[in-house]
């Protein structure tokens, strides 16, 4: 965990008057003294990666967020929890992941923050020449279970293609430990992210069943707590410009997000050449920004969610999603 702070007391006299009187109020004006801590949730795979470089891009400090404090974990589902349990403010996780977070602890989502339906895929064994999904039957598939992918697998991917659970071993393991379950052939297939695909790739242990993006191209959201955009309506704010920042520098400068996203992976001890890694981070597209059809997408999965028993109703969308901040943010 990492603390930044600045000993400049906050102010809250904007906390009752909305997101859209905020715009207007602040003027474009940084009140640095009025900015609250930041908790921020992110995991280390490659969704996380584009909150990664937010935190050391300096574009919070830009926009008067001084102190905040990160909090990395393996898969997004994991900050979805810690953030039920108000142990994290902000986080990044797809579309099953918030909803499960929203039922339980009436999580927002402020925003999308970006696509990775083709940084996720189900892969197999080199040497097992799988190319269907319907030849996982018997086998052993490693899973995130209750994370966003491991959802869409179990719930959508698999019912398509004639695969009922039981008629496969769901092996449950994180994320980052499924290349090394692979190539000690502990386990016949996975369902992972990047960079973990593109290791295992590069490296002859698997090969590409598909990828998520012919079927779902998973917008992954910020979500924050209820009781932060209450408390803090002029922090979210300033931290939605600092997105918008960063979606620019990840077009206008790639070389430099690069650099900072490559060298976390490599303080890991992760032995990935620069030309992996480049092709593993060009599966994410981040375009920070509320998508006009997102209602009718999250329908889609609160239903598949609701079908399963994951959920008991589905969610009142005039509350899970508030575009507003986003707007006066000026995305």
Do not use: C
Request: hydrophobic letters at 40%; proline letters at 4%.
């Amino acid at each position: 965990m990492i603390v930044r702070d600045d000993k400049m007391s906050r102010r809250r006299f904007l906390a009752a008057s909305g997101a859209g009187a905020l715009a207007a109020g602040l003027g474009g004006r940084a009140f640095a003294a009025d900015m609250a801590t930041i908790r921020q949730g992110y995991q280390t795979n490659m969704w996380g990666m584009p909150t990664y470089y937010l935190l050391r891009s300096g574009n919070l400090e830009k926009r008067g967020i001084r102190k905040f404090e990160e909090f990395a974990v393996p898969s997004g589902n994991l900050t979805m929890q810690q953030m039920v349990a108000r142990q994290v403010d902000l986080g990044t996780y797809a579309g099953p992941s918030f909803i499960i977070g929203h039922a339980r602890g009436g999580l927002v989502a402020i925003a999308v923050i970006e696509q990775v339906g083709k940084t996720t895929r189900v892969m197999a064994r080199k040497e097992l020449n799988i190319g269907k999904i319907e030849q996982l039957r018997g086998r052993k598939v490693a899973n995130q279970t209750g994370s966003s992918i491991g959802n869409i697998f179990v719930d959508t991917i698999a019912p398509q293609h004639g695969l009922r659970k039981g008629d496969y071993q769901e092996v449950r393991m994180n994320v980052n430990d499924m290349v090394a379950a692979m190539a000690a052939k502990t386990v016949d297939a996975m369902v992972n992210v990047e960079p973990y695909n593109s290791i295992a790739e590069s490296d002859g242990i698997a090969t590409t069943i598909m990828n998520y993006w012919d079927i779902d191209k998973m917008p992954v959201f910020m979500a924050a707590t209820p009781e932060f955009l209450e408390q803090h309506p002029e922090t979210v704010v300033a931290y939605l410009k600092a997105w918008l920042d960063v979606g620019r520098e990840f077009k206008a400068d790639a070389n430099k997000v690069a650099n900072v996203i490559y060298t976390f992976y490599t303080s890991k001890g992760y032995k990935m050449s620069r030309d992996t890694f480049g092709s593993s981070l060009s599966t994410v597209e981040v375009d920070p920004g509320f998508p006009a059809n997102l209602r009718s997408y999250m329908q889609e999965q609160a239903e598949i969610l609701l079908k399963e028993k994951k959920i008991q109703a589905l969610p009142d969308w005039n509350k899970a999603l508030r575009p507003e901040f986003m707007r006066s943010a000026g995305g």
